[in-house]
């Protein structure tokens, strides 16, 4: 069953719409858990994993193609790590070094039409 609540709380799988795609995975006891794979129509463009309602781990963006265009880390929901960017063709164009969302180091750019900016407030769109 898709979308049930138990004691008032999200339990199990959900759907969840957002712009023109929905995020799908699972909660429990009314918090998001492991895996969420975000489709617009039948093209899966994100994946983000969830601990205790927070984004934890590796997330991954795709274009429609099905490139990789941005990998990076969370930790407690804040961008954490390393972000890798890529172009629609799938060639690195930037690496990042964030610490709980602050722009530490920029490792890597490359000039490019859809290389991310580089001041210090940035922060990726995912």
Do not use: C
Request: aromatic content about 16%; hydrophobic content about 30%.
């Amino acid at each position: 069953m898709i979308n049930q609540q138990k004691n008032g709380q999200k339990q199990g799988l959900w759907t969840e719409a957002e712009g023109n795609g929905e995020w799908i995975g699972y909660y429990d006891g009314g918090k998001k858990e492991d895996s969420w794979s975000y489709y617009e129509g039948r093209s899966l463009l994100k994946l983000a994993r969830y601990v205790g309602g927070a984004r934890q781990g590796p997330a991954y963006k795709f274009g429609l193609n099905g490139n990789l265009l941005l990998a990076l880390e969370f930790d407690k929901d804040r961008i954490n790590g390393k972000v890798r960017f890529f172009s629609s063709d799938g060639e690195p164009i930037a690496t990042y070094l964030y610490v709980y969302d602050k722009l530490d180091q920029v490792l890597l750019y490359v000039l490019h039409a859809e290389s991310p900016p580089k001041n210090k407030t940035y922060l990726p769109d995912f």
